[in-house]
T-cell receptor, first 110, second 115 residues
Framework: TQLLEQSPQFLSIQEGENLTVYCNSSSVFSSLQWYRQEPGEGPVLLVTVVTGGEVKKLKRLTFQFGDARKDSSLHITAAQPGDTGLYLCAGAWNDYKLSFGAGTTVTVRA | DTGVSQDPRHKITKRGQNVTFRCDPISEHNRLYWYRQTLGQGPEFLTYFQNEAQLEKSRLLSDRFSAERPKGSFSTLEIQRTEQGDSAMYLC?????????????FGPGTRLTVL
């Protein structure tokens, strides 16, 4: 059972467009992590957010943690084909266990 | 780069056979995790080690599954009498375990196909 709901499930956009991926839960998390995964590989960590309302920027990627620490978003500005992949959010509600969303498959067309 | 490594990367086996996977965590990481990921889903937690102690096992981990981390370094995950439903990507992750926000770093995974 996935405690985190990600939307949309699939997203296909043209190079240069912006996109936003959402991650929602009814649970409060102590921290939330975003990963990017390519086919046949393990998830690669993008960012960890901890504080409610926190905003982190990583080049063209902007991550936000909701004030109540139940939701998060990932915004990509001027998407490039190299941004193509599966984006996963994962929440930690205790000291160690991560609960993952089902992921958003992003395709950026050249 | 001494990230998390997993071996083998791919394993094809016949139903009923036993398989064993290995995970080498980032050195000095005292926490090690196993997850399973099926197509179209995010990873699901299987089990967790703090040093050599296995502290939690998910209900997903049936009696046919066993994991060990004998010296608190590398870990093995064994599946006995494999079934077709065991086909999945098995992911290992490690973390330092020293901070309140304990970031997990994943290996490349082992893709298991049970025929």
């Amino acid at each position: 059972t996935q405690l985190l709901e990600q939307s949309p499930q699939f997203l296909s956009i043209q190079e240069g467009e912006n996109l936003t991926v959402y991650c929602n839960s009814s649970s409060v998390f102590s921290s939330l992590q975003w990963y990017r995964q390519e086919p046949g590989e393990g998830p690669v960590l993008l960012v960890t957010v901890v504080t409610g309302g926190e905003v982190k920027k990583l080049k063209r990627l902007t991550f936000q943690f909701g004030d109540a620490r139940k939701d998060s978003s990932l915004h990509i500005t001027a998407a490039q084909p190299g941004d193509t992949g599966l984006y996963l959010c994962a929440g930690a509600w205790n000291d160690y266990k991560l609960s993952f969303g089902a992921g958003t498959t992003v395709t950026v067309r050249a | 780069d001494t990230g998390v490594s997993q071996d083998p990367r791919h394993k094809i086996t016949k139903r009923g056979q036993n398989v064993t996977f290995r995970c080498d965590p980032i050195s000095e990481h005292n926490r090690l995790y196993w997850y399973r990921q099926t197509l179209g889903q995010g990873p699901e937690f299987l089990t967790y080690f703090q040093n050599e102690a296995q502290l939690e096992k998910s209900r997903l981990l049936s009696d046919r599954f066993s994991a060990e981390r004998p010296k608190g370094s590398f870990s093995t995950l064994e599946i006995q009498r494999t079934e077709q439903g065991d086909s999945a990507m098995y992911l290992c992750a490690s973390s330092a375990g020293t901070l309140d926000t304990d970031t997990q770093y994943f290996g490349p995974g082992t893709r298991l196909t049970v025929l």
